[in-house]
């Protein structure tokens, strides 16, 4: 609060002669809202004035304002002080990031300096001479720091010696007293000069810890010649060590991993390791292998809300230090080898699979105008639809299917909860999708105050290798530098199953505006070149909003499916009750094509105490099936379901009103690994068509191999897979409307209804038949299941089945048997058990000596067979004789604390050929 204020700096410059410039970084915070445009230091060196500093203040990441002064006046002989006077705003907050003095040293030996350092920057010759060197000294030439050289022909005239040196080139030169050298403190064998050895610099550099260099290795090896856009790419691993080595002395510093690649200069680099704020470990924590970040800024507090400092990765590919990448950067946050492995393994899947109708798919993921609670608005307000994901839909509606996942459709089921959100989430990201964007509030643990993904949550998501390239329009989602908590920007990349194939969060609060455009910049640049990797497009986003940072492989490609396959739609209306045929040619002879079908967009006009908006929502999925390219032509057929098409639905709070003439079929054929798309996004509905159809769908249920009767109570296990098997020579109902839709409800739970449309697949070729499933896990020891099915005429099958299971079942064998016996050469043991388990088998002589062991292997609930080959465990044939056998069970499920975890069963067997 006051007028001045002066802040004195002491410098200790051991042996200084005169001092030559000043040079330091200085950053100023201001409040939000204060117009303050400038501070201003006056610095002054032992009281006399050298100059003025003008430092621009920020509420957030300020600007540094950096300084060097030369130093024109002498300085005296006692200590040195440097004042830093602020004036000119009593409320100025500055902070002194770093501070060098260049000053010329005098040549001396004392008690208090026992070693010095020296050189001169030309060649030719020089004199020199060292004050209190007459003793023992040693005078070293150390331009060579690997091969110094002891100097000789030397004069000593009192306390002085005296040298005189020619140099062919710059030297660097030291002194020592012979009591005074320095010893070290610990000796560690390296190899420097690995990486510099190298003759031809990569295009692709994966930089890891040592820990991580095998999989590292790997990563590279998969890369090398495997870069869309640089045929013959080349590819390195490069392990931090020899890094440090090579560039920095072995000194662990962010600049050696700078050095290489600013010398090397690839067109990529891929950080393979996780990372912390505290890199030089200055808070004594304990932290796995990394690769660090540099931090940008004064400050050291990690919350995403404090803007003196951030993480910078593309600080390493800002090899001029103008601020400008010259390179396309990406970190993995491995935590060990074996994730690293697991995002490797990962992105070849993801590559090498083939495509499917989710890389027709985009995501998009919008906040409500609450902050978790009626009574706490938003004052973003629905920016987050109307300026976030609105955009991006028509920004992809030639090429991709939108699929929307707005807060404002799903009510509140608990103070920030929002449970219909989570789980509408939850089944898009199991089917899969190319793209994810999402916008609104999070934090480094999780998507919105309704929890729509917590971290916490994160295993459950599915997809397998059906993984979005996701964008987090969000604060603090990518916080991958504070190492005290995991974010779920890193978290879904590192999955090795499900999850994203790469992530864009920022490790720090965002704002509204950049967001969006970078948004649009990055998905709009991977749509604008689908044969590119994924890379270019983020560096070219980059550049709007540079807090945003890219996990994942930057060479990752997209799964982008190329435009323009053709597509004719037979008749061009959709009528209820009819069907319509998709066809046309192919690119290639044989493949596959999957074709959708969704009903009319749908206006959605949405209201609140905060205020009102509106957007569009797509129709109902109508179809989706799977059929065969042959000869280069393919052919698909699907019945319009006969519902109920109001023009308008009027709700508590809004309207929905259909848009003429935007049903839609898309369309994606492949053979192999790429895939060609198209689609109709202008198709009206006509009116309804009778049909004769009264029948409803055949229903045939399994848990596990088990099928399930109706109206009967059937034994099963505690977990299985729940299948369904539909028939309808009118093709199943897919939309989920109430009382009609595929679904199923639990133990006559109605408000519970599992909903069971996304889970259904055609079978190839047909519309008439295909099956759902969904793992099961029994709460229950006795259950019934209801299931609702109908066929596109609205003819609709209700079926209950009753289950039972052994919730409280100890572990059993039963009916254990050999087959056949006697044996003769190969045999099966067959046996029952009330509980999956893993079961192993011994065989010992009529004497107790055992001859064969086949160890223990995961079997079902229910009816189970080991194969065994008749021999002993060399591999001989046993004699003519009776054996004794034991089976070995032990229970898959141990954690549940029911029931006997183990169980085992003895008999003989005869051996007789």
């Given at each position: 609060g006051r007028d001045t204020a002066l802040f004195r700096r002491p410098l200790d410059l051991p042996g200084r002669d005169s001092i030559e410039s000043i040079s330091g970084r200085l950053y100023g915070v201001k409040p939000g809202g204060d117009l303050t445009l400038y501070y201003f230091a006056r610095l002054h060196l032992n009281g006399t004035v050298l100059d003025t500093v003008v430092i621009t203040p920020r509420p957030a990441l300020p600007q540094p304002a950096n300084f060097t002064f030369p130093v024109s006046v002498p300085a005296g002989p006692g200590p040195d002080t440097l004042t830093f006077e602020l004036y000119g705003e009593p409320q100025a907050t500055v902070y002194l990031d770093w501070l060098e003095v260049r000053y010329r040293a005098r040549l001396e030996l004392s008690s208090t300096r026992p070693f010095i350092t020296f050189g001169f920057d030309s060649a030719g010759t020089h004199e020199f001479g060292i004050e209190g060197a007459s003793g023992d000294v040693f005078l070293l030439d150390v331009t060579d720091p690997f091969r110094p050289r002891r100097l000789t022909g030397t004069t000593v005239t009192g306390r002085r010696r005296d040298a005189r040196l020619a140099a062919s080139a710059p030297v660097r030169l030291a002194a020592a007293t012979a009591g005074n050298l320095r010893e070290p403190v610990s000796v560690e064998r390296r190899e420097p000069g690995r990486l510099r050895a190298r003759p031809q610099a990569a295009d692709y550099y994966v930089v890891s810890p040592d820990e991580f260099y095998p999989a590292a290795r790997l990563f590279a090896r998969y890369r090398d010649g495997n870069i869309a856009g640089l045929p013959g790419a080349r590819a390195e691993a490069a392990r931090l060590s020899d890094i440090y080595d090579d560039y920095a002395f072995g000194v662990e510093e962010p600049g050696a991993i700078k050095k290489l690649l600013t010398l090397r200069r690839p067109s990529y680099t891929l950080l393979a390791g996780d990372a912390t704020y505290d890199y030089r470990n200055c808070l004594g924590g304990e932290y796995p292998p990394m690769v660090p970040s540099y931090q940008v800024g004064f400050g050291v507090d990690p919350e995403v809300y404090d803007q003196s400092s951030r993480s910078h990765d593309v600080w390493y590919a800002d090899f001029s230090g103008d601020g400008r990448p010259e390179m396309i950067l990406g970190r993995i946050t491995a935590r060990n080898a074996v994730e690293l492995r697991q995002a490797l393994d990962k992105v070849r899947t993801y590559e090498t699979q083939e495509p499917g109708l989710w890389t027709r798919r985009f995501l998009l993921l919008a906040d409500d105008e609450y902050e978790g609670s009626p009574d706490r608005p938003d004052q973003i307000g629905f920016r987050h639809i109307g300026m976030g994901c609105e955009p991006l839909a028509v920004l992809a509606r030639d090429l991709l299917d939108p699929v929307k996942v707005y807060l404002t459709e799903y009510p509140l089921t608990g103070i920030n909860d929002k449970a219909g959100a989570r789980a509408e989430l939850l089944a898009r990201l199991d089917e899969g999708a190319l793209f994810w964007a999402f916008f609104g509030h999070g934090a480094g643990f999780q998507l919105t105050h309704e929890r729509v993904l917590h971290i916490d949550g994160i295993g459950r998501v599915g997809g397998g290798s059906r993984n979005p390239i996701a964008f987090f329009g969000s604060c603090g989602v990518?916080?991958?530098?504070?190492?005290?908590?995991?974010?779920?920007?890193?978290?879904?990349?590192?999955?090795?199953?499900?999850?994203?194939?790469?992530?864009?969060?920022?490790?720090?609060?965002?704002?509204?505006?950049?967001?969006?455009?970078?948004?649009?910049?990055?998905?709009?640049?991977?749509?604008?070149?689908?044969?590119?990797?994924?890379?270019?497009?983020?560096?070219?986003?980059?550049?709007?909003?540079?807090?945003?940072?890219?996990?994942?492989?930057?060479?990752?490609?997209?799964?982008?499916?190329?435009?323009?396959?053709?597509?004719?739609?037979?008749?061009?209306?959709?009528?209820?009750?009819?069907?319509?045929?998709?066809?046309?040619?192919a690119p290639f002879a044989d493949g596959l094509v999957g074709v959708s079908v969704r009903e009319l967009d749908w206006y959605r006009y949405y209201r609140s105490d905060v205020g009102a908006t509106n957007y569009l929502l797509p129709g109902y999925r109508l179809f989706s099936g799977l059929g065969a390219v042959r000869d280069g032509r393919f052919a698909a057929e699907f019945r319009v379901p006969t519902l109920d098409y109001p023009d308008t639905v009027v709700v508590n709070d809004g309207w929905y009103a259909r848009i003429p003439g935007s049903a839609a079929v898309g369309l994606l054929a492949w053979d192999g690994g790429f895939g060609y798309t198209s689609g109709r996004v202008d198709l009206p509905l006509g009116p309804a068509r009778e049909g004769e159809d009264s029948r409803p769908p055949t229903l045939r249920l399994f848990a596990g191999d088990i099928e399930l009767a109706p109206a009967e109570t059937t034994e099963v296990p505690t977990e299985f897979v729940l299948r369904g098997e539909l028939e309808d020579e009118s093709g199943i109902l897919l939309a989920p409307v109430p009382d009609y839709g595929l679904s199923l409800v639990r133990g006559g739970q109605v408000q519970d209804r599992i909903l069971l449309h996304d889970r259904f697949h055609y079978d190839l070729g047909s519309a008439t038949r295909g099956a759902f499933s969904l793992p099961w896990r029994a709460t229950q020891e006795r259950e019934a299941l209801t299931f609702f099915a109908s066929d596109n005429y609205l003819n609709r099958l209700v079926v209950t089945c009753h289950i039972r299971s052994a919730l409280n079942e100890p572990l059993r064998i039963d009916s254990a048997l050999v087959w056949p016996n006697p044996v003769a050469d190969d045999a099966r043991f067959t046996f029952v058990l009330t509980r999956p388990a893993f079961v192993g088998v011994k065989v010992f002589t009529i004497s107790g000596r055992l001859v064969r062991h086949l160890p223990p292997v995961a079997c079902g609930f229910g009816y189970n067979q080991l194969h065994w080959d008749g021999r002993d465990a060399h591999g001989n044939r046993l004699a003519n004789g009776v054996y004794l056998y034991k089976l070995d069970a032990r229970s898959a499920d141990t954690g549940t604390g029911t029931g006997t975890s183990v169980a085992s069963v003895r008999d003989k067997l005869l051996v007789f050929r």
């Amino acid at each position: 609060g006051r007028d001045t204020a002066l802040f004195r700096r002491p410098l200790d410059l051991p042996g200084r002669d005169s001092i030559e410039s000043i040079s330091g970084r200085l950053y100023g915070v201001k409040p939000g809202g204060d117009l303050t445009l400038y501070y201003f230091a006056r610095l002054h060196l032992n009281g006399t004035v050298l100059d003025t500093v003008v430092i621009t203040p920020r509420p957030a990441l300020p600007q540094p304002a950096n300084f060097t002064f030369p130093v024109s006046v002498p300085a005296g002989p006692g200590p040195d002080t440097l004042t830093f006077e602020l004036y000119g705003e009593p409320q100025a907050t500055v902070y002194l990031d770093w501070l060098e003095v260049r000053y010329r040293a005098r040549l001396e030996l004392s008690s208090t300096r026992p070693f010095i350092t020296f050189g001169f920057d030309s060649a030719g010759t020089h004199e020199f001479g060292i004050e209190g060197a007459s003793g023992d000294v040693f005078l070293l030439d150390v331009t060579d720091p690997f091969r110094p050289r002891r100097l000789t022909g030397t004069t000593v005239t009192g306390r002085r010696r005296d040298a005189r040196l020619a140099a062919s080139a710059p030297v660097r030169l030291a002194a020592a007293t012979a009591g005074n050298l320095r010893e070290p403190v610990s000796v560690e064998r390296r190899e420097p000069g690995r990486l510099r050895a190298r003759p031809q610099a990569a295009d692709y550099y994966v930089v890891s810890p040592d820990e991580f260099y095998p999989a590292a290795r790997l990563f590279a090896r998969y890369r090398d010649g495997n870069i869309a856009g640089l045929p013959g790419a080349r590819a390195e691993a490069a392990r931090l060590s020899d890094i440090y080595d090579d560039y920095a002395f072995g000194v662990e510093e962010p600049g050696a991993i700078k050095k290489l690649l600013t010398l090397r200069r690839p067109s990529y680099t891929l950080l393979a390791g996780d990372a912390t704020y505290d890199y030089r470990n200055c808070l004594g924590g304990e932290y796995p292998p990394m690769v660090p970040s540099y931090q940008v800024g004064f400050g050291v507090d990690p919350e995403v809300y404090d803007q003196s400092s951030r993480s910078h990765d593309v600080w390493y590919a800002d090899f001029s230090g103008d601020g400008r990448p010259e390179m396309i950067l990406g970190r993995i946050t491995a935590r060990n080898a074996v994730e690293l492995r697991q995002a490797l393994d990962k992105v070849r899947t993801y590559e090498t699979q083939e495509p499917g109708l989710w890389t027709r798919r985009f995501l998009l993921l919008a906040d409500d105008e609450y902050e978790g609670s009626p009574d706490r608005p938003d004052q973003i307000g629905f920016r987050h639809i109307g300026m976030g994901c609105e955009p991006l839909a028509v920004l992809a509606r030639d090429l991709l299917d939108p699929v929307k996942v707005y807060l404002t459709e799903y009510p509140l089921t608990g103070i920030n909860d929002k449970a219909g959100a989570r789980a509408e989430l939850l089944a898009r990201l199991d089917e899969g999708a190319l793209f994810w964007a999402f916008f609104g509030h999070g934090a480094g643990f999780q998507l919105t105050h309704e929890r729509v993904l917590h971290i916490d949550g994160i295993g459950r998501v599915g997809g397998g290798s059906r993984n979005p390239i996701a964008f987090f329009g969000s604060c603090g989602v990518g916080r991958y530098d504070d190492t005290r908590f995991e974010s779920v920007a890193e978290e879904l990349v590192r999955m090795p199953e499900g999850g994203c194939i790469a992530t864009i969060g920022a490790s720090k609060a965002t704002v509204s505006g950049p967001n969006e455009t970078f948004a649009a910049r990055l998905f709009g640049g991977m749509l604008d070149h689908p044969g590119e990797p994924l890379g270019p497009a983020f560096f070219a986003a980059w550049w709007w909003y540079t807090i945003y940072n890219l996990f994942g492989d930057p060479a990752a490609r997209p799964r982008i499916p190329a435009p323009g396959l053709p597509v004719a739609v037979r008749p061009d209306t959709l009528y209820p009750g009819a069907v319509n045929a998709v066809g046309d040619s192919a690119p290639f002879a044989d493949g596959l094509v999957g074709v959708s079908v969704r009903e009319l967009d749908w206006y959605r006009y949405y209201r609140s105490d905060v205020g009102a908006t509106n957007y569009l929502l797509p129709g109902y999925r109508l179809f989706s099936g799977l059929g065969a390219v042959r000869d280069g032509r393919f052919a698909a057929e699907f019945r319009v379901p006969t519902l109920d098409y109001p023009d308008t639905v009027v709700v508590n709070d809004g309207w929905y009103a259909r848009i003429p003439g935007s049903a839609a079929v898309g369309l994606l054929a492949w053979d192999g690994g790429f895939g060609y798309t198209s689609g109709r996004v202008d198709l009206p509905l006509g009116p309804a068509r009778e049909g004769e159809d009264s029948r409803p769908p055949t229903l045939r249920l399994f848990a596990g191999d088990i099928e399930l009767a109706p109206a009967e109570t059937t034994e099963v296990p505690t977990e299985f897979v729940l299948r369904g098997e539909l028939e309808d020579e009118s093709g199943i109902l897919l939309a989920p409307v109430p009382d009609y839709g595929l679904s199923l409800v639990r133990g006559g739970q109605v408000q519970d209804r599992i909903l069971l449309h996304d889970r259904f697949h055609y079978d190839l070729g047909s519309a008439t038949r295909g099956a759902f499933s969904l793992p099961w896990r029994a709460t229950q020891e006795r259950e019934a299941l209801t299931f609702f099915a109908s066929d596109n005429y609205l003819n609709r099958l209700v079926v209950t089945c009753h289950i039972r299971s052994a919730l409280n079942e100890p572990l059993r064998i039963d009916s254990a048997l050999v087959w056949p016996n006697p044996v003769a050469d190969d045999a099966r043991f067959t046996f029952v058990l009330t509980r999956p388990a893993f079961v192993g088998v011994k065989v010992f002589t009529i004497s107790g000596r055992l001859v064969r062991h086949l160890p223990p292997v995961a079997c079902g609930f229910g009816y189970n067979q080991l194969h065994w080959d008749g021999r002993d465990a060399h591999g001989n044939r046993l004699a003519n004789g009776v054996y004794l056998y034991k089976l070995d069970a032990r229970s898959a499920d141990t954690g549940t604390g029911t029931g006997t975890s183990v169980a085992s069963v003895r008999d003989k067997l005869l051996v007789f050929r």
